[in-house]
Structure formats: C-alpha cells, structure tokens
C-alpha cells in the first residue's frame, strides 16, 4: 500500500527559511550507502513505501531515504511550491546536513518522474563537492509525449479562463489548477489503482507558482545535465510507460559518459508493479560503485 503514516519512519529537516520538510527512512540510520529519492509531481514520498522496505531488507548497508517536495505530502503549504530554486535548495540543504552529520556515507541521488528532474538540478549544483555518489532515475520526465503535455496545457488553461472570466483574485497559495493525472496513467494494477484514488497526501490541485516552478526546474535539467560531473548514472525506464517520451529521454541521457539504462515491463510506476526487479538494479548497481 502507499504509506501514509504521519508517525513511524517519518523526520524532519528544518530548513532556513524555518519550513520543515519530512522525509521516510526505511532501513538503519547508520546505513554505508544511502538511496535519496525525490517524488513525481503529484505524489509523495509514501509511494516509495514497496521500494524501501525491500531495500531496506537486504541488510543494514543499505536504506532508502524518501523526502516530500516543498509543497507535497506531509509538507505545509500543499500544492504551493513558491519558487523552483527554493524547492532545489531545500534538498540540497538536506543532502549536506546527511553529509555532514555522516561523513562516511555514500549518497545516491534518486528521482522518479518530475524528481529526476530535481535530482538532476541538485546534482549540477553540488558537482565538484564531496556530497554524492551516483545519480539514479527511475521513468525520468525530462520528455513527457505529446498526449501527457496536451492534457497538462488544457488544464492550466482551463483554471487560468476561469480566473480571468470570473474576474477573481486568487490567493498565490491556493490550489487551483487541476492535476490531470489519473491512477491508471500510472498502472494498470487493480490494487494500486485503487491505492492512488484512496491516497490522501496526493495534490489534486496546485497553485500557478507550482507550474511555473516545475517548468523553471525543467528547463533547467536539460542544461544542468551536462553539468554534474563525473557521477555514474543509472536510469530505468517502464516499457509500458503513458506519460514519459522514453525514446527521447534515453537519447538525452546518453550524452553522458558513465551512463547505464535498463527496461523493466511496467507503467510509469515502476516500483509499484516491480519492486523487486527495481531493487535488484538498484542494490546492484550500488554494489558495483564499491568495487
């Protein structure tokens, strides 16, 4: 199921601005290798609960640590992301206090979807520092096909004629525009369907400053991506995926130099219809880096 608990597994990283951002720790806090990830755009950081507990389960060297966006899940201010840089800086702040708390600790980078994107931005900006290890990517979003972008434009504006034929003001943080995602964009899994219509921490709503945001953040993915450095990188991708141009983004991706991608039979969600297949790439890959 998708983890919802607002207690167990679940801290928080004061950020200094004084927002709190809460993250999952599934595994020991002592862990040697710790897998970072950032959630899609609608989601949380609970959808990553069948990943980490079968990371988790391999053994005490290794654990998942899941963190909420600004704006999302338990976080304050839901679907509302004020700035992109502010949503960047928050992990990157979070990563460095890990770091400097366990030195020893070897980070990897993680994102699904939209949070490859993040991920990507937090890379380019803490490269030539001492802070990552690897850069992982789960159905990464740099390229979403034409129908998933159609969708997303109709939405944003559809709330915006709304706004300007009513002749309202909308508050900055309230939620207005609509999410056109639905559970089957995801999977075509009856018990996870069910899972994400039930699942009450996803954004059905954000606010225009959340668009903007993801937009500011995606376009500067597909720059900052030459800009990471040396970081071995691993992307996976879902052979059945309806919301990510996967095609173009592989070709993306391979401008890199240390880059190695894998094909799983699934939807965008990867770690709900194969979390064991993921977990093997993921643990195996990691293994490989310490040798």
Request: aromatic share 6%.
């Amino acid at each position: 199921m998708i983890d919802q608990t607002t207690q167990d597994g679940v801290r928080t990283f004061e950020q200094t601005d004084g927002y709190i951002t809460h993250y999952r720790l599934w595994g020991a806090e002592t862990a040697a290798d710790l897998v970072v990830m950032l959630h899609g755009g609608m989601s949380h950081s609970g959808w990553q609960a069948p990943l980490g507990t079968r990371l988790a389960g391999l053994g005490d060297d290794l654990a998942l640590l899941a963190v909420d966006l600004r704006g999302s899940g338990l976080n304050a201010v839901r679907g509302h992301i004020p700035d992109g840089e502010l949503a960047v800086a928050d992990v990157a702040r979070l990563l460095g206090s890990i770091k400097e708390a366990r030195p020893g600790t070897r980070i990897h980078l993680a994102g699904w979807c939209f949070g490859a994107q993040v991920a990507t931005v937090v890379a380019a900006g803490l490269a030539g520092r001492p802070v990552l290890t690897s850069l992982l990517m789960v159905c990464p979003g740099f390229f979403f096909n034409e129908r998933y972008s159609d969708v997303l434009d109709r939405s944003i504006d559809a709330a915006l004629d709304v706004v300007e034929e009513l002749d309202i003001t909308v508050e900055a943080t309230r939620p207005f525009v609509r999410m056109p995602l639905r559970p089957s964009d995801f999977t075509d899994r009856p018990q996870w369907l069910a899972a994400i219509e039930d699942d009450r921490l996803k954004l059905s709503h954000v606010t225009v400053g959340t668009i903007d945001s993801w937009e500011e953040i995606a376009v500067r993915s597909e720059k900052d991506y030459a800009q990471i450095g040396p970081l071995p990188v691993l992307a996976v991708f879902g052979t059945r995926d309806k919301l990510v141009d996967n095609d173009r983004v592989r070709g993306f991706l391979s401008g890199h130099p240390d880059v190695r991608t894998h094909e799983l039979d699934t939807g965008h969600a990867v770690h709900f219809e194969e979390p064991e297949a993921l977990t093997r790439l993921l643990a195996g890959f990691v293994a490989e880096l310490k040798r």
